[in-house]
């Protein structure tokens, strides 16, 4: 078992909807969260740290629940830019980062 | 502030070749990690670094990949001999110490390098 899971979707949305992922963690991955995106070809970016009181960015909200060990995203209202894949990240022990295998998100006209 | 740097950008080889490539972290870092994505995959750690020690190499493939991080400002990953099943996209990132913290510490990466051995 991968230290975090997500669904690999691919989500396919209308602009304008609302969407959300999830991820499961386990201990080992277990004192930080990031969400990262990464567009086609090119480097994972942060989006937004996870903290425990949840905290929002605009159109994105992120959550944490460390007693069932999984994280969400929240995107609201969204735009054609948004597609991407979504990574879940949480740190562990040493500072090492478990990256999840990613969703993938597609916003349609 | 400059971010992650890596070069090549691009590198196509023959098998069998020596590939070396170069990362500058960000200045202040602690952390450099260097990852491999390919579509099958995902991205995998390779290994990382905290104050040019390595930490973790346990990502390393085999005895063919090797890394070293002489100083605080540059860390290099050598494939020798290169084959066709390391064609990937090789990611270096680096962050400054964030566990054991409530508000952690994310990662930054470099364009990354994108890697053809034919």
């Given at each position: 078992r991968k230290e975090v899971e997500q669904d690999p979707g691919p989500f396919n949305v209308p602009e304008g909807a609302t969407v959300a992922f999830n991820c499961t963690y386990s201990n080992s991955a277990s004192q930080s969260f990031f969400w990262y995106r990464q567009d086609c070809r090119k480097e994972p970016k942060l989006l937004m740290s996870v903290y425990s009181s949840g905290n929002e960015d605009g159109r994105f909200t992120a959550q944490l629940n460390r007693a069932s060990q999984y994280i969400s995203l929240l995107i609201r209202d969204s735009k054609l830019s948004d597609s991407a894949t979504y990574l879940c990240v949480g740190q562990g022990n040493f500072n090492k980062f478990y990256f999840g295998s990613g969703t993938k998100l597609n916003v349609k006209p | 502030d400059a971010g992650v740097i890596q070069s090549p950008r691009h590198e196509v080889t023959e098998m069998g070749q020596e590939v070396t490539l170069r990362c500058k972290p960000i200045s202040g870092h602690d952390y450099l990690f260097w990852y491999r994505q390919t579509m099958m995959r995902g991205l995998e750690l390779l290994i990382y670094f905290n104050n040019n020690v390595?930490?973790?190499?346990?990502?390393?493939?085999?005895?063919r990949f090797s890394a070293k991080m002489p100083n605080a400002s540059f860390s290099t990953l050598k494939i020798q001999p290169s084959e066709p099943r390391d064609s990937a996209v090789y990611f270096c990132a680096s962050s400054l110490v964030g566990w054991g913290r409530t508000d952690g510490q994310p990662q930054h990466f470099g364009d990354g390098t994108r890697l053809s051995i034919l």
């Open positions: - | 390595p930490i973790d190499d346990s990502g390393m493939p085999e005895d």
